[in-house]
T-cell receptor
């Protein structure tokens, strides 16, 4: 089954404690990205990757890091989380074979930073 | 920068009525447009994808139209049911390698 898998689904952490949210896709997609969703602000892109070792900032990259060492994985790293990073996070992927195609989303990670 | 607007932000309809949800975007140079459904606190479920060369797409009770020149898309849901209650999100791919989202239409179907 084609899918994007995020882990963990729920996470409560303390300010300053480094954490990683994993994202994996099994569709051999070139493009992967991370979004955060906040009430009243909608979905905003954090980082995206066009392929292995190619990443770029989205609209709200401050406080986040990413890496793309393998095509299937695109982890999101919060090196020193702060309460304003409490949000619902989504990972997405799509193929670039014929321009941009259907975007597939993970089930989301609800992060609370206290 | 692509801006996507969805109006109305929220609406309630009686069961059985047809739903009409609107999405507008500022830059008509898009690759495609995708409609999603999101239940509260849940993930995004893809409903329909319309390529830039297409005028509409249909899936069951859902029909989405695209007028690229005027920067508009409309999602029609026929004969609405309480199970259609959700937030519907419109998103467009444009030239800056980003999928830009509207803030959604929150729909309540009243039994």
């Amino acid at each position: 089954e084609a899918q994007v898998t995020q882990n963990p689904r729920y996470l409560i952490t303390v300010t300053g404690k480094k954490l990683t949210v994993t994202c994996s896709q099994n569709m051999n997609h070139e493009y992967m990205s991370w979004y955060r969703q906040d009430p009243g602000l909608g979905l905003r892109q954090i980082y995206y990757s066009m392929n292995v070792e190619v990443t770029d900032k989205g609209d709200v990259p401050e406080g986040y890091k990413v890496s793309r060492k393998e095509k299937r994985n695109f982890p999101l790293i919060l090196e020193s989380p702060s309460p304003n990073q409490t949000s619902l996070y989504f990972c997405a992927s799509t193929t670039l074979m014929r321009g941009y195609s259907e975007a597939f989303f993970g089930q989301g990670t609800r992060l609370t930073v206290v | 920068k692509q801006e996507v607007t969805q109006i109305p932000a929220a609406l309630s309809v009686p069961e059985g009525e047809n739903l009409v949800l609107n999405c507008s975007f500022t830059d008509s140079a898009i690759y495609n447009l995708q409609w999603f459904r999101q239940d509260p606190g849940k993930g995004l479920t893809s409903l329909l994808l319309i390529q830039s060369s297409q005028r509409e797409q249909t899936s069951g009770r859902l029909n989405a139209s695209l007028d690229k020149s005027s920067g508009r898309s409309t999602l029609y849901i026929a004969a609405s049911q309480p199970g259609d209650s959700a937030t519907y999100l419109c998103a467009v791919w444009s030239g800056n390698n980003r999928l830009a989202f509207g803030k959604g239409n929150q729909v309540v179907v009243i039994p």
